[in-house]
C-alpha cells in the first residue's frame, strides 16, 4: 500500500510532462503540415535516383567511346 504513495505522484508528474510536450509541439508548429513531409522523402527519392540513373549513363557512354 505504500508504493500507492510513491506511484501516484510519479504518474502526475509523467502527466504533466507529457502535456507539456504537447503544447511545446503545438507551440513550436509541428503538427501544421503531417502530409507534406512524408511525400518529400519519396519524391527527394526518386529524384536522386533519376539523377544517378542518368550520371551513370552519361558515364557508360564516355566508357564507349
Known sequence: MEI???LIPLALL???G???ALFWALRK???EDL???SWR???DDRAQRKTSR???GKESNANDQ
Open 29 to 31: 508548429d509541428q503538427f
Open 4 to 6: 500507492v504513495i510513491l
Open 18 to 20: 507529457a502535456i507539456a
Open 35 to 37: 502530409d507534406n513531409a
Open 14 to 16: 509523467f502527466l504533466a
Open 54 to 56: 542518368h550520371d551513370r
Open 41 to 43: 522523402v519519396v519524391f
